[in-house]
């Protein structure tokens, strides 16, 4: 696997799993509608822990990523073997 080909594939399955981890542990304000300031999302998230996301999904996909690599450089995960 090239190093372009690298980079393309570990941006793609973090992309992937970011939006996976995204949704984990939100909870909303749970105010009432009429209570709530104008101008701000009633389903709005409290605190969305973006930073910890980011750094989770670094994790996550880096195990992936090491994963594909291997099987794709030892011939395990190869498309050309496949075609012929």
């Keep these: ?17 970011f939006f996976s981890v995204l949704p984990v542990g939100i909870q909303s304000k ?8 104008e101008g701000f999302d009633p389903g709005a998230p409290k605190n969305p822990k973006i930073a910890k996301k ?20 030892n011939g395990f995960f190869n498309l050309r073997n496949f075609l012929q």
């Design 1 to 17: 696997m090239s190093i372009t080909g690298s980079i393309i594939v570990y941006v793609m399955i973090w992309w992937v799993v």
């Design 30 to 37: 749970k105010e009432i509608f009429k209570d709530s300031i």
């Design 54 to 73: 980011f750094l989770l999904t670094t994790i996550i996909t880096s195990i992936v990523f090491i994963v594909i690599y291997y099987l794709v450089n």
